[in-house]
């Protein structure tokens, strides 16, 4: 049994892993972390019933982290502390907030010198073939015009998402740096750049399309998450992955998926 802590247990994603932990043979839920519903069952917080793991204060990790595998779906911030605190346990780790910081990145870059940790900005499995695909044709279409319009609910804090950002990292790494240009305002002519749009409305899982503009053509890829779901069984199937890997490191969705070897 592998043996799992959540942290962001109250949340939309962390419900949901608590859930998908739950119903997983394989796996074991051991803790439940977060700021909100505190010394509530996790299982019955995810609607699951009772499972006799109460949330605890993420404030007591420090103290009381104990499993094989740490799961995070916080805030930006307290991902950084809940990563240093599992990498001096020696708790493999896989990570799925978004809105890193580049100060965030290196601090996670160091403390990740000491674990293994699964960390992607989306799970879904969909999503990291959107990214291959959108990889291929940025060889071909290149000198097209590339725009990036992406999703999401109202309730969601990072703007522009972290898997639109990856998408502008994929795009750059083909056709070379661009600037990225976040929104148009005003006169503003378009130059050497990716454009990148934020829609934020109602309950949207998460959208992303990127568009290649050329002349008399264009193409568009799209990726539509309309369940969590999507992101959730990614999540178990890099939790179940880490735990085989040893060497520390930061690794992503492409090793989880057989795309790289770790
Ligand atoms: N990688 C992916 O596939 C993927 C998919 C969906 C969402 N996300 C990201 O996951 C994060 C969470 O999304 P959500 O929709 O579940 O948000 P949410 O606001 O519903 O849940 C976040 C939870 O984390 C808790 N929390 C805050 N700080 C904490 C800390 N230090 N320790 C423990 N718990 C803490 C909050 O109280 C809250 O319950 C966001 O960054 C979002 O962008 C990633």
């Known amino acids: 049994m592998?043996?799992?802590?959540?942290?962001?247990?109250?949340?939309?994603m962390g419900r949901l892993i608590v859930k998908n932990v739950v119903e997983d043979e394989?796996?074991?839920?051991?803790q439940a972390f977060d700021l909100r519903e505190v010394g509530r069952d996790a299982g019955e917080v995810a609607g699951v019933g009772k499972v006799g793991v109460p949330i605890t204060h993420a404030d007591e990790m420090e103290e009381k982290l104990n499993a094989d595998v740490l799961v995070d779906f916080t805030v930006a911030e307290g991902a950084v502390k809940n990563i240093r605190i599992a990498s001096e346990r020696g708790v493999k780790l896989v990570v799925g907030t978004t809105g890193f910081t580049e100060e965030h990145?290196?601090?996670?870059?160091?403390?990740?010198?000491?674990v293994p940790a699964v960390i992607s900005p989306n799970f879904s499995v969909g999503v990291n073939v959107f990214w291959k695909l959108v990889e291929f044709a940025s060889k071909f279409l290149g000198d097209y015009d590339v725009e990036i319009v992406e999703i999401h609910h109202r309730f969601k804090k990072d703007a522009p998402s972290g898997t639109a950002l990856k998408t502008a990292e994929i795009v750059k790494g083909v056709v070379g740096d661009r600037k990225l240009v976040f929104g148009r305002e005003g006169v503003c002519p378009r130059g050497d750049e990716i454009g990148v749009?934020?829609?934020?409305?109602?309950?949207?899982?998460?959208?992303?399309?990127?568009?290649?503009i050329g002349f008399g053509e264009r193409?568009?890829?799209t990726h539509r998450a309309w369940s969590r779901q999507a992101f959730a069984s990614g999540a178990i199937k890099a939790v179940k992955w880490i735990s085989k890997i040893d060497k520390p490191g930061i690794y992503d969705m492409d090793h989880v998926l057989g795309f790289k070897s770790p």
């Open 2 to 12: 592998i043996r799992v802590a959540v942290a962001g247990a109250a949340g939309r």
């Open 26 to 30: 394989e796996l074991e839920l051991a």
């Open 105 to 114: 990145w290196s601090k996670i870059r160091e403390f990740c010198k000491r």
């Open 197 to 212: 749009f934020a829609v934020r409305g109602g309950d949207v899982v998460g959208e992303h399309t990127t568009f290649f």
């Open 219 to 221: 193409m568009e890829l």
